[in-house]
C-alpha cells in the first residue's frame, strides 16, 4: 500500500536552520492530512494538519504546505531544534475533511537536529 | 492534557493463544481506533469503531480480531489465535470530534513466541 509515501528515510538538519519533511500521496480522494511526531517507545504525537480546502497552516514553528495538484505536503520546522529529533510521519484521511475515518500512514523520515 | 492509555506495555504470548490488549481512551472521546505497526514497516489502521459497532476494518482484522468497548472506559483488542506475524506494535487512538486529531496512546509491544 503506497497510497501515502515518504521519500526521504531520514534528515539532518543544523540546529536554528530549517528542516523541511516531504511526503507525496496518490489517493485524489484524500481531503485531510495530518503530521505526528514520535519518539522511542511512545505513541504518535499529533504535530500540525491541513485540510485540503487550504493551502498552508502555519503553528508556531511549524508549517504545513500543501500542493492539491501535485498531491504533495511537506513540514517545515523553523527555527529546528535538538528536541525535534524524533521520527515524523505524514498520515491522510478521506473522510470529509476531518480525521473521523481511518489514517493511512507513510513510512516515516528519521529527523535528527545537531546542537 | 488527557491521554490514551494502553496496558500491558510488553506482552509476551505463545503462538496460538489468545491475547487481549487494553486501552483506555481520552474520557470524553467517542471514536475509537486500534493500528499496529510491524518492525519496520509503516504504521496500519486495523479497525475503527464509533457507537458500539465497528465503522470500519482493514484486510488485516480477520475472524481472529474482536474489538470491544466492555464499559464506559475500557476498549480492547482480541486476537482469539495468535501467530508469529502478529508481532508488532499495536496502537489505540481516540478522537473527539472530527475536526480535531486522533490521540494516539504509547502501544503495547505484542511478541509472540
Known amino acids: 500500500d503506497q497510497q501515502v509515501k515518504q521519500n526521504s528515510p531520514s534528515l539532518s538538519v543544523q540546529e536554528g536552520r530549517i528542516s523541511i519533511l516531504n511526503c507525496d500521496y496518490t489517493n485524489s480522494m484524500f481531503d485531510y492530512f495530518l503530521w505526528y511526531k514520535k519518539y522511542p517507545a511512545e505513541g504518535p504525537t499529533f504535530l500540525i494538519s491541513?485540510?485540503?480546502?487550504?493551502d498552508k497552516n502555519e503553528d508556531g514553528r511549524f508549517t504545513v504546505f500543501l500542493n492539491k495538484s501535485a498531491k504533495h505536503l511537506s513540514l517545515h520546522i523553523v527555527p529546528s531544534q535538538p528536541g525535534d529529533s524524533a521520527v515524523y510521519f505524514c498520515?491522510?484521511?478521506?473522510?470529509?475533511?476531518?480525521?473521523?475515518?481511518?489514517?493511512?500512514f507513510g513510512q516515516g523520515t528519521i529527523l535528527t537536529v545537531h546542537p | 492534557e488527557p491521554e490514551v492509555t494502553q496496558t500491558p506495555s510488553h506482552q509476551v504470548t505463545q503462538m496460538g493463544q489468545e491475547v487481549i490488549l487494553r486501552c483506555v481512551p481520552i474520557s470524553n472521546h467517542l471514536y475509537f481506533y486500534w493500528y499496529r505497526q510491524i518492525l519496520g514497516q509503516k504504521v496500519e489502521f486495523l479497525v475503527s469503531f464509533y457507537n458500539n459497532e465497528i465503522s470500519e476494518k482493514s484486510e488485516i482484522f480477520d475472524d481472529q480480531f474482536s474489538v470491544e468497548r466492555p464499559d464506559g472506559s475500557n476498549f480492547t483488542l482480541k486476537i482469539r489465535s495468535t501467530k508469529l506475524e502478529d508481532s508488532a506494535m499495536y496502537f489505540c487512538a481516540s478522537l473527539g470530534q472530527g475536526n480535531q486529531p486522533q490521540h494516539f496512546g504509547d502501544g503495547t509491544r505484542l511478541s509472540i513466541l
Open positions: 491541513i485540510s485540503s480546502i487550504k
Open positions: 498520515a491522510a484521511s478521506d473522510a470529509g475533511g476531518t480525521s473521523y475515518g481511518k489514517l493511512t
